[in-house]
C-alpha cells in the first residue's frame, strides 16, 4: 500500500509560483506512474501532469503546458509540480496521485483510473 502526502498549495496572485510536493511512503519503491490531478468542485477530475517513473516521460494538460512543470526525486520518493505563470483559473484542489501497475500509455493517458492511490490534497488560490 502506498501513501502519498500533498504539500505546497496556498495562495498567490496572477502571475505567481507555486511548487507543490507529494511525499510517497509505505511501497513507494513500487510506483511506477506519479501525476497531478485537480478538481474544481462539481467537476470531473482532471488530469494535469504524469511522469512515468523509469523512462521520466511526462505528460501534461494542454491547459498548463508551458507553465507547469513535473518532476521527481527517486531518492526521496518525491513528486513535485513547478507551477508558473499562475492564472485565476487554476484556482482547484490538487492532487497526487500514483500506481504501482498501471502501463506507459495509461499513465499519460490522463484518465484518473489509471491512479490507484491518491493523496488527500492541496488547495491552491490565484487571484
Known amino acids: 500500500h502506498v501513501q502519498l502526502v500533498e504539500s505546497g498549495g496556498g495562495s498567490v496572485q496572477a502571475g505567481g509560483s507555486l511548487r507543490l510536493s507529494c511525499a510517497a511512503s509505505?511501497?513507494?519503491?513500487?510506483?511506477?506512474?506519479m501525476g497531478w490531478f485537480r478538481q474544481a468542485p462539481g467537476k470531473e477530475r482532471e488530469g494535469v501532469a504524469a511522469?512515468?517513473?523509469?523512462?521520466?516521460?511526462?505528460t501534461y494538460a494542454d491547459s498548463v503546458k508551458g507553465r507547469f512543470t513535473v518532476s521527481q526525486d527517486n531518492a526521496r520518493n518525491t513528486l513535485y509540480l513547478q507551477m508558473n505563470s499562475l492564472k485565476p483559473e487554476d484556482t482547484v484542489m490538487y492532487y497526487c496521485?500514483?500506481?504501482?501497475?498501471?502501463?506507459?500509455?495509461?499513465?499519460?493517458?490522463?484518465?484518473?483510473?489509471?491512479?490507484?492511490?491518491w493523496g488527500q490534497g492541496t488547495q491552491v488560490t490565484v487571484s
Open positions: 496521485a500514483a500506481d504501482a501497475m498501471t502501463s506507459w500509455p495509461r499513465c499519460v493517458g490522463g484518465s484518473a483510473h489509471a491512479f490507484g492511490s
Open positions: 511522469i512515468y517513473r523509469g523512462t521520466g516521460s511526462t
Open positions: 509505505g511501497y513507494a519503491a513500487s510506483i511506477v506512474c
